[in-house]
């Protein structure tokens, strides 16, 4: 089992070199979708692609099989080019159930190939699925697409017969035969996938032969079978050279702040409750204590926020993360450290809302949340990562902000870009602006309240420091000497004070890099998790000789200095988001600008189509 | 195990005034918070530790403020949440010696989730909590340990409300230290606030202290000298549990598991009830005793040993540390899956 298998190519099968690829793979939430999902995008990283996925899978942990609620699915695209996005239209689906197929026949594009488990075409999935008679029965369904039948269970059984394992245990490698099956198509490596079931099975290895072995029968019925004419080679990307590792957005926050702590020498207390997506970061922060990070699973959001804010008082960094309806509980926390003025970073995986909403789905609807969701006058710094390896550089942003400001900063990820992976170029690790921090240790002249000149941020001091003893708290404070003050005129200096702290961190924001001409008759705004298709869909109007630009702002509070200038290069403003049009509205008061929305709130990603088209219809209504 | 917040051999020394700050005390006159600020004042010298290295974590109410009037670090937080904030700063100072300062309101209501989970986990804090059975900051409404059919301003026809028993909560929720102590009794107020603050691990020590702006006396039980003579029972180690007059003298003892008064005269000495600090079952029949039909227990229930949170988190770290070395990130960031484009 430990031999390796290369991708045959017999002269028999005609292999076409594709751009790019969009394939996803459905069935039942306890098939191990996300796993072959998982294992195609390594192959396909090994193959030197471009990738961009999409994990969607429901909120119930093994919702009852056969039904359309329980179906979980992972889709990825790959190309030799540059790939913004998971991909909208599907050239592959392989639906392992009657369910996975109802749900997603219609993404699936004309002429597109589409293979599925035959042998959960039964009368009581059939019944699960809602379809009076055998959809695979149907002539038009082969009609209108390349339909593959594959008795998957069948021919898995078939593979393992003389392995001492009970039926069920060998009816659950069927994904391998999938993935068996779908790397052939493709031409992926099937090393990866057989290097990491050795791995994960090291200690059953009658389980790790069963799926090696199916993965391998898979593979062997797409090159042998009559039934496949063709397969497709994705040549690699044209990446820029170096090293890469596959990232997702939760994991590059976690290291992110591994990477502050070491450069700032500061140890991290970061508290959180576990809640979907967002509890993925506590666990990968659990496992590197090395890195002085001490985890605290707190007994509720608010425990997990004021428990930062007492180790930022410490002299600690102190993070917390949760999703929109913690940091909803967390608001009045955040507030402390508003007033307090301690660093403090907040990560908001966002998910769709209001309430519980859809837990595992995406959406960016907090922004509102994050620029005002307290009460009074509360600013904090929000930030937004483009992509998943984006996160690592903002949360180290986040940390180095805070510190320097003394101010909490919110950064707004989403579960899309938390669950998404892309390659993602290593970074140099001195290549990171530094994080210094200097405690106050001097007497002479000290108050809890004084302030940096530059940048209005007030003397950290870790208690334990001989003669700087003081007090701080959430009463209003008289400026300077920190001492509580009811005064009204000190007041309204003091919410001028911390707002102005938080304006300056505008000298903190690099040049707004604009994607397209620097004027012209249309420019795209977005923010967060939509980069991607954003881009694809601008630089495909670009293609076609559009005066289209877009630019994708990751400082929210402050915005960038420069964007009131960008912003009137352009005929009209087009801002593209999973909300009712949020950060529309703020331009458009912080601006005085006639940018239009353009706003889908289904808990999925936006397409590069429906942004193309908008970009066109906008374009359209401009002539 | 160390002590938290144990400084220098050479520990210089204070005086109650090193622990004064320069802030005007903001309480009525007359609140029991005095009595209790001044004992922990002329506690603080005798810890032994340099007063930069004391940290004192409120959240809200009249008790709250107390950070304020302490000349050593403090910090005011929120309502309910200081448990939860001295949980975060103990994990990144466990140098430090830290005092949580709540009341029945505060810590009890608003704040009961973080006191049930930092007494579990038993955090190395000091926990002062001061019952005086009344909102005071919100100018008399109920609190949740106001007896039930209380009269306030927001219960004008009586509280509904059952009140908590806050050492028998504390107990139940796997507390180590447990005391209590009044705040008209400067003598042993002082000595509780030592025993708490030498406790390793989170020490809860209820201080009955008197709001007499908004429920008057409520403790006049132990104020009243007749009735504090008849119902106070101070509960020392190795001591049987007697209590009242010295011509009448009485005893707490058990019938099978039910704690039952008798005339200390009429039993033989071997049926009397021992006070043991480390058994926490008889720490739990302790707490629920009540005046009028048995003494009022004061002094510590319980105080045992047990795995302290920041230690066992801080000594994972620790071995990490020296199994693997101190982390680095440029090692983290090449190691596992990862694939070179030329």
């Known amino acids: 089992m430990s031999e390796t298998v290369a991708p045959v190519r017999t002269a028999a099968k005609q292999l076409r070199e594709l751009d790019r690829a969009v394939v996803r793979f459905a069935g039942d939430s306890g098939d191990g979708m996300q796993l072959t999902g998982e294992q195609f995008t390594t192959e396909s990283a090994w193959a030197g692609n471009d990738i961009a996925t999409l994990p969607n899978f429901p909120a119930e942990i093994r919702a009852p099989a056969g039904t359309l609620f329980g179906v979980s699915s992972f889709q990825l695209q790959f190309g030799s080019q540059r790939v913004y996005t998971p991909g909208d239209r599907l050239d592959c689906l392989v639906a392992m159930n009657p369910a996975a197929l109802k749900v997603h026949l219609s993404d699936l594009k004309p002429g597109g190939l589409l293979v599925v488990n035959t042998n959960a075409f039964d009368k009581r999935n059939l019944d699960k699925a809602g379809y009076p008679s055998n959809p695979l029965d149907d002539p038009a369904l082969a009609e209108r697409y390349r339909l593959h039948k594959v008795d998957m269970t069948a021919l898995t059984l078939e593979a393992i017969k003389d392995l001492s394992l009970n039926q069920k245990e060998k009816e659950r490698t069927k994904n391998f035969f999938a993935l068996g099956v779908v790397s052939w198509i493709y031409t992926r490596p099937l090393e990866p996938t057989l290097e990491w079931i050795k791995k994960k099975f090291a200690k059953n290895q009658v389980i790790a032969e069963a799926n090696a072995r199916v993965l391998k029968a898979g593979h062997a019925f797409g090159e042998t079978a009559e039934i496949f004419a063709e397969h497709y080679a994705v040549e690699a990307a044209e990446l820029p050279p170096g090293l890469y590792r596959a990232m997702t957005g939760n994991r590059a926050l976690a290291w992110g702040l591994l990477a502050a702590a070491q450069r700032s020498k500061l140890p991290v207390v970061y508290g959180a409750y576990p809640i979907t997506p967002a509890s993925g970061i506590l666990e990968e922060l659990a496992m590197h204590k090395r890195f002085r990070i001490r985890t605290i699973q707190a007994e509720d959001e608010i425990a997990a926020v004021t428990a930062a804010i007492g180790a930022s008082f410490g002299g600690a960094i102190g993070v917390t993360a949760s999703s929109g309806p913690g940091i909803a509980l967390k608001g009045e926390g955040i507030g402390l450290a508003v007033t307090a003025e301690l660093p403090l970073v907040i990560f908001d995986i966002q998910r769709g809302g209001p309430s519980t909403g859809l837990p595992t789905k995406t959406e960016q609807a907090d922004l509102m949340q994050a620029l005002y969701g307290r009460n009074s006058e509360s600013p904090v710094v929000v930030l937004a990562p483009a992509t998943p390896g984006d996160c690592f550089y903002i949360a180290y942003e986040a940390v180095r902000i805070a510190t320097k400001y003394m101010t909490p900063v919110l950064v707004l990820s989403d579960g899309f870009l938390a669950n998404g992976s892309e390659p993602w170029p290593v970074p140099d690790i001195n290549s990171l602006p530094p994080i210094d921090v200097q405690f106050r240790t001097e007497k002479e002249g000290f108050f809890p309240y004084l302030r940096d000149p530059a940048t209005l941020a007030r003397p950290w001091v870790r208690p334990g420091t001989p003669g700087l003893e003081h007090r701080i708290g959430g009463i209003e404070k008289q400026d300077v000497t920190g001492n509580i003050s009811y005064d009204p005129d000190n007041h309204d200096h003091m919410v001028r004070m911390r707002a102005e702290k938080v304006r300056r961190v505008a000298q903190e924001i690099p040049p707004t890099s604009i994607n397209g001409p620097a004027t012209g008759d249309l420019l795209v705004v977005g923010w967060g998790g939509t980069y991607g298709a954003i881009t694809a869909a601008v630089e495909r109007t670009q293609l076609e000789g559009q005066s289209v630009a877009s630019v994708h702002l990751r400082y929210l509070n402050p915005l960038p200095p420069d964007l009131g200038h960008i912003l009137r290069e352009y005929r009209k403003v087009l801002v593209p988001e999973i909300n009712s049009g949020q950060l529309v509205r703020v331009l458009r008061a912080e601006y005085l600008v006639d940018a239009v929305g353009f706003n889908r709130v289904r808990g999925l990603p936006l397409a590069t189509d429906e942004i193309y088209e908008a970009i066109k219809q906008l374009l359209g209504s401009a002539s | ?342």
């Open chain 2, 1 to 342: 195990m160390s002590v938290s917040g144990a400084g220098p051999a050479e520990a210089r020394r204070y005086t109650k005034k090193d622990f004064e700050s320069d802030q005007d005390v903001r309480w009525c006159p007359g609140c029991g918070d005095y009595a209790i600020l001044s004992a922990v004042q002329k506690t603080m010298p005798d810890l032994g530790i340099p007063k930069e290295n004391i940290v004192f974590i409120s959240g809200i109410g009249c008790s709250s403020r107390f950070p304020y009037y302490m000349n050593t670090y403090g910090f005011h937080t929120i309502h309910g949440r200081a448990p939860a904030v001295a949980t975060g700063l103990r994990l990144a100072r466990p140098d430090l010696k830290i005092f949580v300062v709540t009341g029945d309101g505060d810590g009890l209501s608003i704040g009961g989730n973080h006191m049930l989970h930092v007494l579990r986990r038993n955090v190395s804090l000091t926990i002062l909590l001061f019952n005086n059975r009344i909102y005071g900051l919100t100018k008399g409404q109920y609190s949740p340990t106001s007896e039930l059919g209380k009269v306030t301003k927001s219960t004008p026809l009586g509280s509904a409300d059952r009140p908590v028993n806050p050492l028998a909560f504390a107990l139940g929720c796997g507390a180590t230290f447990v005391g209590r102590t009044v705040d008209r009794d400067v003598k042993h107020m002082e000595e509780m606030l030592k025993r708490a603050a030498h406790h390793n691990g989170t020490a809860f020590l209820e201080i009955l202290q008197n709001c007499n702006v908004y429920n008057d006396l409520a403790w006049n039980a132990l104020y009243e000298k007749e009735s504090k003579l008849q119902y106070e029972l101070r509960l020392e180690q190795g001591k049987p549990l007697l209590f009242g007059a010295l011509d009448d003298r009485k005893a707490v003892i058990m019938d099978g598991v039910i704690p039952k008064v008798v005339s200390a005269a009429s039993v033989p000495a071997s049926a009397l009830w021992v006070h043991d600090e480390k058994n926490v079952n008889a720490a739990k029949l302790l707490a629920d005793l009540w005046a009028p039909e048995f003494p009022i227990p004061v002094g510590v229930l319980a105080a045992v040993e047990a795995p302290v949170y920041e230690e066992i988190l801080l000594d994972q770290e620790k071995r990490a540390v020296s199994e693997r070395g101190a982390g680095d990130i440029a090692k983290l960031l090449t190691s596992g899956d990862t694939w070179k484009i030329e």
